[in-house]
């Protein structure tokens, strides 16, 4: 009875070795990619009429977040291209998916120099 228990504990250590090797290198879609699935946290910084980047370079397949933080004056952000919308004090989160120069600009009319606050997110 001994060697019975052994040899279940034996074979439960291997499937949980196993285990834990065979999860190592995959993203969260289950792909394998030699490297862990890391978001890219941008905050971008709006006040009366600029925004602090006038460029945001990213690589193709990375996750990111864009924050919007309000210095002075109300804004939000439209970024072109990836259809998506940050108001202000909050993020969004998405993958870069698409190669290009995708324009950002102030998606509230903040006064004359509203048309000025437009910056790039450039994906390689």
Do not use: P
Request: aromatic content about 8%.
């Amino acid at each position: 009875m001994k060697k019975v228990w052994k040899n279940a504990a034996l074979v439960a250590m291997l499937v949980m070795i196993v285990s834990v090797f065979a999860a190592c290198g995959k993203d969260e879609g289950g792909a394998t990619s030699g490297t862990l699935s890391v978001v890219k946290e941008i905050t971008l910084q709006a006040k009366n009429f600029e925004f602090d980047q006038k460029e945001i370079r990213v690589k193709k397949g990375d996750k990111v977040k864009i924050t919007l933080e309000n210095a002075q004056g109300s804004h939000s952000v439209k970024i072109e291209g990836y259809d998506k919308t940050i108001q202000a004090g909050k993020s969004v989160t998405f993958t870069a998916d698409k190669t290009g120069e995708f324009k950002f600009a102030c998606d509230l009319f903040c006064g004359q120099g509203h048309g000025d606050m437009t910056g790039k997110l450039i994906v390689e």
